[in-house]
């Protein structure tokens, strides 16, 4: 090692000098790590404005809705009571990235928050497939802007209350406002304003069309006599394919396009709050990563403002006791366990590949013969480019990772007296383990598989959802006010059945006494 | 590249809307718990925010979720004695195999308390207390003297002070000056304008010299005279004006009139006195304009200040009726009721000395009554009403609409009884 520099700053204390000079240092080794950043726009802010931000999902800007009060509400609850820290710090994936720090915390806080978020998370959200596919940066701001706008307009004009019940319904259904395999386009905020009106005229021509009352006969058909007067369908109004031809699994796209009563503000609402939905779809399907990512960054920028002398022993320390608190991971049964911790996970799992690549054992060539013993920049960067949780850890949950955290696989069925330890770190038991990890944080498990699959067109405008089950796991009670709330949207009927393997095992409704639907399981 | 914000200035209580929305849709549940909370308090303690508690299950917002139940599969950390094969025993009290730990959004929302709590502010807490309460049969009173206006905007004037000008319509007075003095000399400028192009283009023979001379002087002077067109004039400044309107008054004047007297005991003091201060407080918040007149009184009444009237030790005996003539003595001296909304609350024990009731009686119907918006009277005993009650009784039937009289027992009654008293009505004087 070369002769040690002078440390930036020492002590607890910070300012804005202080602060613009360690970001130079860690912008300087960022680019000596080649990790591609949006620009930073770091913004010093209080407390109250932390619970703000945080009540608000840490957009900048929101529309108003009493579900983020609520939010502020236990927010602020949980802070007096000293039952919760405030994070450090928050991270936006917009273009410029912008990041809170919170004016009370120490110096080596801030220096760690900003290679954590600024040069950590930044690059994530640069790099990272499914941000790339599903959100657009440079525009996210604008957008939220014209929502806050759109939906104050809409409260002025139709009352408080209406847009209110509008947003619970919506709201209710949003992790149902995605399409998960097409790719989406980009939301523009001026665009968004601009076509917005045409939109509304477009659609709702749209709609009437798919909901005119008397069924006009195909042009150039020319039915037979006896087919036109059959006994059971005497107007013909059953005939004809099903209304979707596919089931719809993006469920808030569906009510929009398709049903019948909503007035066209209702529809711009449902959309804003579906774009909203699939602004975060990437979010929730790359905790780990995105968090190991960003600690295996702060952690190796750390480290080396360290060994080129640019924070001293006191800060160094007292980074790394903060940084074993954040990756600590409590065992099941200890009183503080809630789940795996997504930043140990990742943190584990980035520190591994590094490890593979660089000091590579014969196990490692055997279990990762692509990636052993390549130059590992390379490796993670593919790594963070190019997967989710749930294919990051089927590709990337070494042995070693396992036996560290001591992972084990249990299996609860209802119908066994008790649960059974299916397999652990071991020899016999990796790749399972590995498998039913993958799967937890498979968003297709975590979440109830429900689509639209008829919408009855043609005969009582109800609405039929299938919910397909997985290993016999029913919808939990909240069932019932979510299809209430979709029965508002639709304005009719709603179905809704669970099914397994092809068997309606429940049937759910909304009105509770509406007639119920014919049974007609998926073909 | 990195920009550097400092953020902290910016205005604090973002989410203040959306604190406020969720406070109007949960009405109901919070008024329940302010209740409570009103009844727990102490005297001096009103002045403060309070923890409010809702069941989680009310303001929940539903998503699609796994249920308890079916088969399912969790990986968990730190393993130390299970191998392959092994069969735990169910945890108790999961029943239906509801496995706790790990993934499942049930068990997520199921962790916290079963209770939503969070904490309303003062402010909050005081409107919540004082909701849909107002004071009864309010009139406007006829103009008082000249106190009574307000300034409000009248158009604007040619003359005003300078704090006041108007800056958008004077300039554009002096743009339309401007337009029209130019206009005429503009006109002429152009006519020379053309009469030496016109001169100039002879052939140089036909040429007048002296013309064109002359004409190139006019030119020149015409353009002096526009640019010494002022580009604003006094005449153009315009201010603001403001007259001064009367306004109707609906001033008020409440008198708390409270028995000191040696058979109140402690505990009657203290809730007589809670429930004046309930009464203080919602008149301090709700009107702006109501005058507070304190008369506590034994065998003897007094007027006395806010502090004597809350905190004062001295006792005695008890005769009502001296209140009610010290009450009416000051009406007469102070606040004609022409001019003013009467109130009067009285808090006493019931009990009085004997021949005194009727006298009361008599003092409400012929002197107080027919002067006063509402009269509310509250009796502070568990035990038998007395004298004191039945005369008033018989006045509360005479003048159903502004007497009213309850009886409380104890703490915990003070608030309903308040807001019984006070409560919103469709008012017919």
């Known amino acids: ?523 | 590249m990195t920009y550097f914000i400092d953020r902290r200035p910016n205005a604090k209580h973002k989410s203040a809307v959306n604190r406020q929305r969720f406070l109007e849709r949960y009405r109901k549940h919070i008024k329940r718990s302010v209740e409570e909370a009103v009844n727990r308090r102490s005297i001096t303690d009103m002045e403060r925010g309070e923890k409010i508690s809702i069941p989680t299950k009310d303001i929940s917002e539903p998503v699609f979720q796994h249920g308890p139940g079916g088969a399912r599969q969790v990986v968990s950390p730190g393993n130390r004695e299970y191998l392959a094969g092994d069969r735990i025993r169910r945890p108790p009290g999961q029943g239906g195999g509801g496995e706790g730990a790990g993934e499942g959004g049930a068990s997520n929302q199921g962790e916290g308390a079963d209770e939503f709590a969070f904490t309303l502010s003062r402010e909050e807490f005081l409107e919540f207390v004082f909701d849909g309460l107002a004071l009864p049969h309010l009139q406007r009173k006829p103009l008082k003297s000249l106190e009574e206006i307000k300034m409000v905007r009248a158009g604007l004037a040619r003359d005003g002070v300078p704090s006041r000008i108007s800056i958008g319509r004077s300039m554009r007075e002096a743009y339309a000056r401007r337009i029209a003095m130019r206009a005429p000399i503009k006109r002429a400028l152009r006519e020379a304008l053309d009469a030496l192009e016109a001169e100039e283009r002879k052939d140089p023979v036909l040429r007048n010299p002296a013309r064109i001379n002359e004409l190139k002087e006019e030119i020149a002077r015409l353009e002096k005279r526009i640019e010494a067109i002022p580009f604003i004039d006094t005449y153009d400044l315009r201010y603001h004006q403001l007259s001064a309107q009367p306004q109707p008054s609906s001033q008020a004047v409440m008198f708390c009139v409270m028995d000191v007297s040696g058979s109140m005991t402690q505990n009657h003091k203290d809730i007589a006195k809670r429930f004046f201060l309930l009464l203080y407080l919602f008149l301090e918040r709700h009107y702006e304009k109501v005058e507070l007149v304190f008369v506590r009184h034994h065998t003897a009444a007094r007027e006395v200040s806010e502090e004597e009237f809350f905190y004062s030790r001295e006792t005695g005996g008890t005769i009502v009726s001296s209140a009610l003539s010290l009450v009416n003595g000051i009406i007469e001296k102070r606040y004609p009721s022409a001019q003013w909304n009467l109130y009067v609350a009285q808090a006493s024990d019931g009990d009085n000395w004997d021949d005194d009731s009727t006298t009361c009686r008599d003092l409400l119907v012929k002197k107080l009554m027919p002067h006063l918006q509402y009269f509310a009277y509250v009796e502070i005993t568990p035990h038998e009403h007395q004298s004191l009650w039945h005369e008033y009784a018989t006045v509360a039937d005479a003048f159903a609409e502004r007497f009213a009289m309850r009886q409380i027992v104890e703490a915990g009654d003070i608030y309903p009884v308040f807001r019984d008293l006070f409560k919103r009505r469709l008012s017919t004087p």
């Not at chain 1, 909503?262 to 529809?267: C, D, S, V, Y």
């Not at chain 1, 109800?462 to 006010?481: C, D, E």
């Open chain 1, 1 to 523: 090692m070369t002769l040690r520099s002078t440390p930036i700053a020492t002590g607890s204390d910070w300012n804005f000098e202080t602060l613009a000079r360690f970001d130079e240092a860690l912008a300087r080794l960022a680019d000596e790590y080649r990790l591609d950043t949006y620009p930073n726009q770091i913004e010093v802010i209080t407390t109250e404005q932390m619970m703000d931000a945080y009540a608000s999902v840490g957009m900048p800007v929101g529309y108003h809705h009493w579900s983020f009060g609520k939010q502020f509400l236990a927010v602020e609850q949980a802070y007096r009571r000293g039952q919760m820290g405030l994070a450090y710090e928050l991270v936006i994936n917009s273009n410029p990235c912008i990041a809170y720090l919170m004016e009370e915390n120490t110096l080596m806080m801030q220096v760690l928050v900003m290679a954590h978020a600024c040069y950590g998370h930044n690059s994530f959200f640069k790099g990272n497939y499914l941000f790339r596919t599903w959100t657009d940066a440079e525009s996210i701001v604008d957008y939220l802007v014209f929502a806050r706008k759109y939906i104050a307009q809409c409260e002025e004009r139709h009352g408080t209350q209406a847009v209110e019940q509008l947003l619970d319904a919506c709201h209710a259904l949003q992790n149902y406002g995605v399409d998960r395999y097409k790719r989406p386009s980009p939301i523009s905020a001026d665009e968004e304003a601009r076509r917005q009106e045409e939109r509304e005229a477009y659609l709702q021509a749209q709609v009437n069309m798919l909901w005119r009352t008397i069924p006009e006969p195909l042009a150039g058909a020319n039915p037979l006599p006896g087919s036109l007067h059959s006994d059971d369908d005497p107007l013909g109004l059953h005939s004809g394919g099903r209304y979707p031809a596919e089931p719809q699994e993006n469920l808030l796209y569906f009510i929009e396009k398709n049903a019948p009563l909503l007035a066209p503000w209702q529809r711009e609402i449902v959309r804003i709050v579906r774009k909203l939905a699939q602004y975060f779809y990437p979010q929730r399907q790359t905790q780990v990563m995105n968090e190991g990512w960003a600690c295996f960054w702060h952690y190796t920028l750390m480290n080396r403002l360290y060994d080129d002398g640019l924070v001293d022993e006191g800060l160094i320390l007292e980074f790394l006791q903060s940084h074993a608190a954040v990756i600590n991971q409590p065992a099941f049964d200890s009183p503080h366990f809630s789940g795996i911790n997504p930043y140990a996970l990742g943190f584990a799992i980035f520190t591994d590949i590094k490890r593979i690549c660089t000091d590579p054992t014969a196990a490692d060539r055997e279990w990762f013969p692509d990636i052993a013993g390549t130059p590992w920049r390379e490796t993670l960067e593919f790594a963070m480019r190019n997967f989710k949780d749930e294919s990051f850890i089927q590709q990337f949950l070494s042995p070693k990772v396992m036996r560290d955290l001591k992972l084990f696989l249990i299996v609860d069925d209802d119908q066994q007296e008790s649960i059974e330890v299916a397999a652990i770190h071991d020899e016999r038991g990796y790749r399972r383990v590995r498998e039913a990890l993958s799967q937890q944080y498979a968003l297709a498990s975590r979440e109830p598989n429900i689509q639209v699959v008829e919408a009855a067109i043609r005969g009582d405008r109800s609405l039929t959802l299938h919910h397909v089950q997985q290993g016999r796991r029913p919808l939990a009670r909240t069932v019932y006010p979510v299809i209430r709330h979709l029965q508002q949207l639709w304005g009719f009927p709603v179905h809704l059945l669970s099914l397994e393997e092809e068997r309606v095992v429940r049937r759910y409704q909304w009105p509770l006494d509406a007639a119920p639907s014919d049974e007609r399981p998926t073909s």
